[in-house]
């Protein structure tokens, strides 16, 4: 004879249906999409920026205006280093960047590639930063779904998805920048997106978004992941930022999950060649960051002194082999294409003084004004640089500028004393400010005006 079920053992068996119902639908809508946001996102930074905007007259009254800008970038490094656009960064004043946490950190630019539209900026957050998910474009397909997170329109924190709809796109956007072998997505890139990942379903980053075809619906522009990260290797290049070198040449091979820093050469009395790196060897660690690419190889040895040793851990053959490797003091050069705004040297040469390099590239004689002596329309300055003389023929008298002036500023900084006129003058990026901006007070009023630099000055 059966028993009736008691009125609990029947709430019971309800409660447990309820919760597998509702299991079932946190399940569904937990896609593969909201996933590799999740896994993404806080790799992911807003940035705002704010630079002046130049006026059109070549010798007139008043001052510039501030405006404000938008990117965004991804973290390349737990310390605080950021790959984004160079266009996000370019001729700004001031940058700061905001995680998906809502803390809010004040940036400055450390490097950057123009011609390949890539700069590392840095933060000097609280603690370690989550560094993003590292893909690969090597194996892409059309069709594939994919995420776009970035600050669109100063919306932060925006996701927008899409399908991958051409692979291999050359894009000219005007004269002077063009791209080559682009992703092309429907995923919606608004203005400030730029900077940001494009993302694949595994939450990791395929692209760097960067363009929008201006007028059309839904057709935006990616630079695949796995070209980016060679110019973010050299853009990270310790020689360019430290003064040190590691003497390891390194071919990334990325195809699908395969993806190693092959040992081209380790040249004989470079510190890889004295720790005995191979060509042909695959760098697996070092130190304590495992190495895909050469961007892990560098920002392993980013911020070490010369003479500092370093664990290298390499595959040779079917062995895991370890070594000691001592960073060096790179030899005097450039790393080609990359502007590094502070580089730390390990050796320095005095500079020219203020006075010489006013002269030299200026064609300017100049003595200091002191606090209080400068005004002009009832706004006082904290100083100035009178000028004494100006040289004939040079880009001082060329653009107008006479004795009894009083230069207050060169660009964006402020000029009351000789250490100011050095700072802007040994800048650089001096050679790419031309036409250098110039304000000078001339009776009681402030004017500014263009100064194109003789070449070679």
């Given at each position: 004879?059966?028993?009736?079920?008691?009125?609990?053992?029947?709430?019971?068996?309800?409660?447990?249906?309820?919760?597998?119902?509702?299991?079932?639908?946190?399940?569904?809508?937990?896609?593969?999409?909201?996933?590799?946001?999740?896994?993404?996102?806080?790799?992911?930074?807003?940035?705002?920026?704010?630079?002046?905007?130049?006026?059109?007259?070549?010798?007139?009254?008043?001052?510039?205006?501030?405006?404000?800008?938008?990117?965004?970038?991804?973290?390349?490094?737990?310390?605080?280093?950021?790959?984004?656009?160079?266009?996000?960064?370019?001729?700004?004043?001031?940058?700061?960047?905001?995680?998906?946490?809502?803390?809010?950190?004040?940036?400055?630019?450390?490097?950057?590639?123009?011609?390949?539209?890539?700069?590392?900026?840095?933060?000097?957050?609280?603690?370690?930063?989550?560094?993003?998910?590292?893909?690969?474009?090597?194996?892409?397909?059309?069709?594939?779904?994919?995420?776009?997170?970035?600050?669109?329109?100063?919306?932060?924190?925006?996701?927008?998805?899409?399908?991958?709809?051409?692979?291999?796109?050359?894009?000219?956007?005007?004269?002077?920048?063009?791209y080559q072998n682009l992703i092309q997505t429907d995923a919606s890139i608004n203005p400030g997106n730029s900077g940001g990942p494009l993302l694949s379903m595994d939450g990791e980053v395929i692209g760097i978004n960067v363009a929008i075809?201006?007028?059309?619906?839904?057709?935006?522009?990616?630079?695949?992941?796995?070209?980016?990260?060679?110019?973010?290797?050299?853009?990270?290049?310790?020689?360019?930022?430290?003064?040190?070198?590691?003497?390891?040449?390194?071919?990334?091979?990325?195809?699908?999950?395969?993806?190693?820093?092959?040992?081209?050469?380790?040249?004989?009395?470079?510190?890889?060649?004295?720790?005995?790196?191979?060509?042909?060897?695959?760098?697996?660690?070092?130190?304590?960051?495992?190495?895909?690419?050469?961007?892990?190889?560098?920002?392993?040895?980013?911020?070490?002194?010369?003479?500092?040793?370093?664990g290298v851990v390499v595959r040779r053959g079917s062995s895991d082999v370890t070594l000691r490797m001592k960073l060096a003091e790179r030899a005097p050069g450039e790393v080609a294409g990359v502007v590094v705004m502070n580089p730390r040297?390990?050796?320095?040469?005095?500079?020219?003084?203020?006075?010489?390099?006013?002269?030299?590239?200026?064609?300017?004689?100049?003595?200091?004004?002191?606090?209080?002596?400068?005004?002009?329309?009832?706004?006082?300055?904290?100083?100035?640089?009178?000028?004494?003389?100006?040289?004939?023929?040079?880009?001082?008298?060329?653009?107008?500028?006479?004795?009894?002036?009083?230069?207050?500023?060169?660009?964006?900084?402020?000029?009351?004393?000789?250490?100011?006129?050095?700072?802007?003058?040994?800048?650089?990026?001096?050679?790419?400010?031309?036409?250098?901006?110039?304000?000078?007070?001339?009776?009681?009023?402030?004017?500014?005006?263009?100064?194109?630099?003789?070449?070679?000055?």
């Amino acid at each position: 004879m059966m028993k009736r079920p008691s009125a609990l053992g029947s709430l019971a068996v309800l409660v447990l249906l309820v919760a597998s119902l509702s299991a079932r639908a946190n399940s569904l809508r937990e896609t593969p999409l909201v996933r590799a946001i999740q896994r993404a996102q806080t790799g992911v930074v807003n940035i705002h920026s704010e630079k002046t905007a130049a006026g059109d007259s070549l010798f007139t009254s008043g001052r510039d205006r501030k405006v404000s800008g938008m990117g965004t970038g991804v973290v390349i490094d737990e310390r605080g280093y950021i790959a984004t656009n160079y266009h996000v960064v370019q001729g700004v004043d001031s940058l700061r960047c905001t995680l998906v946490n809502g803390s809010t950190y004040a940036a400055r630019v450390v490097s950057y590639d123009s011609a390949k539209d890539l700069a590392i900026i840095k933060i000097d957050a609280t603690g370690p930063l989550s560094v993003m998910p590292m893909g690969t474009s090597s194996d892409l397909m059309l069709g594939e779904p994919v995420v776009a997170i970035g600050n669109a329109f100063g919306y932060e924190h925006t996701v927008t998805s899409g399908i991958i709809s051409a692979l291999g796109r050359d894009v000219e956007v005007n004269e002077k920048q063009s791209y080559q072998n682009l992703i092309q997505t429907d995923a919606s890139i608004n203005p400030g997106n730029s900077g940001g990942p494009l993302l694949s379903m595994d939450g990791e980053v395929i692209g760097i978004n960067v363009a929008i075809r201006a007028g059309a619906q839904r057709i935006g522009f990616a630079i695949p992941i796995d070209d980016a990260r060679r110019s973010i290797a050299r853009l990270m290049s310790i020689e360019a930022l430290d003064g040190t070198t590691h003497g390891l040449v390194g071919r990334d091979v990325k195809a699908g999950p395969t993806r190693k820093l092959v040992v081209q050469s380790a040249a004989p009395g470079t510190p890889a060649g004295v720790a005995g790196v191979q060509p042909g060897d695959v760098v697996l660690k070092a130190g304590t960051i495992d190495v895909i690419d050469g961007v892990d190889l560098e920002r392993a040895c980013l911020g070490r002194t010369p003479g500092e040793e370093i664990g290298v851990v390499v595959r040779r053959g079917s062995s895991d082999v370890t070594l000691r490797m001592k960073l060096a003091e790179r030899a005097p050069g450039e790393v080609a294409g990359v502007v590094v705004m502070n580089p730390r040297r390990t050796r320095t040469t005095p500079a020219p003084s203020g006075a010489g390099l006013a002269w030299q590239a200026l064609g300017l004689k100049l003595t200091q004004v002191t606090l209080g002596q400068v005004s002009a329309g009832g706004t006082p300055y904290r100083g100035g640089m009178q000028v004494n003389s100006v040289r004939p023929g040079s880009p001082a008298e060329t653009n107008g500028i006479r004795p009894g002036d009083i230069l207050v500023g060169l660009h964006n900084w402020e000029t009351v004393n000789f250490d100011n006129v050095s700072y802007v003058l040994n800048h650089p990026e001096f050679q790419r400010f031309g036409p250098l901006k110039f304000y000078v007070i001339r009776g009681g009023e402030t004017l500014y005006g263009y100064m194109k630099l003789a070449a070679g000055e």
